[in-house]
């Protein structure tokens, strides 16, 4: 009932979306395992509805009895059911999370991988507890140096050398293990979580690229020794040549995208208001600047005030547009530790980290 009054509500007051069923807001890249991608109406709202979706190998089937375990080097393993789990308290926060290989679509040449256009990014508000409080009550040897994280799907990945019949692992730092806003989720917009989301339990690592938030969590490991594994060393990776060490993806890259107007829009002259999202991992956006037609001369857009530390920010700008003909707008996002979105994004093997400033093309007629 309260999703069916709050679509309604969207609906009058976006008539752009008003034909397009919620269905439709997601873009199917791959049907099995399936992955998807949010469409552009759907990425105007503050909360992404549907989210994408995106798994290496599909929805596990669970026991009913969730059990998590907390294993390593730790002084008491646990094995926690998930009413237990709530018994550690309830952190909610709102989180942009963007796959790595977002806007893959746009890098040349094409690197392997899901092509992603633009929408493997999403908005949502995640509830459940702080993994800090969980570790800390397992007690943590004092050179522990990572922890690990299962899910409980097992695959093949695609990709040559790739091993058989693996789950997805991931490891964080114990630095970011330990921020008391990396979440244990059981819920997502106030719901339980979804099947596809992970249910019943997962991580979220807000700031960080989306393959650290491990889906359908059933084990913790902490470790002496860094991890190694798949999706570590050999994915999730910027691999810039042979020659050279590669880097491990973290923290989403500063960024932003423009979601008013739509792109090949018959616009008439006169005043244009152009709107949008800004984010990054790293720190808090601190500006948007928008070009007009490949001017150097950027504008200062105006920032909305935050939705929380770990979502994106909304921007607006109303521009004037006089000239009958083709029209280009660019948007750059800064953010408080210095970093400019750039007009162009290095080359990487696996198409990581794009968050080159697009270019969308209107029309004034
Ligand atoms: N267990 C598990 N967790 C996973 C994945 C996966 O394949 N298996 N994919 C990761 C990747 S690459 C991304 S971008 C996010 C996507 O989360 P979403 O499907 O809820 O949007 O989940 C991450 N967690
Ligand atoms: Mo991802």
Known sequence: MGRQLALLISVEKDTETSLIQPGHRLIIVKADPFNAEAARPALRAEITEPHFVRAHFGVPALRRAHRLQIGGEVKRALRLTLDQLKTFGRRELTVTLECAG????????????????????????????????????????????????????????????????IAFQRALPIEKALDPDTLLALEMNGAPIPERHGAPLRLIVPGWYGMASVKWLERIEVLRDPFEGWFQDDRYVYAHGDDQPTEPVAEMRCKSIVTRPEPGAILRRGSL???????????????????????????????????GRYAWRAWKLTCRIEEPGRHTIRARALDAAGNRQPEWCRFNRYGYGNNAVQTLVVEVG
């Open 102 to 165: 977002n806007n893959r679509l746009d890098m040349s040449p094409l690197p392997p991988g899901e092509p992603w256009h633009e929408g493997a990014l999403s908005t949502a508000r995640w509830a459940g507890v702080s993994l800090a409080a969980v570790l800390e009550r397992a007690g943590l040897a004092p050179d522990a140096v990572q922890v690990a994280f299962e899910g409980a799907d097992r695959g093949t990945p695609d990709g040559e050398g790739a091993p058989h019949g």
């Open 273 to 307: 208001p152009i709107r949008g999202w800004a984010w990054s991992g790293s720190a808090e956006v601190a500006g948007v600047e928008i070009s007009i037609d490949g001017s150097e001369q950027w504008q200062a857009a105006q920032l909305d005030e935050p939705l």
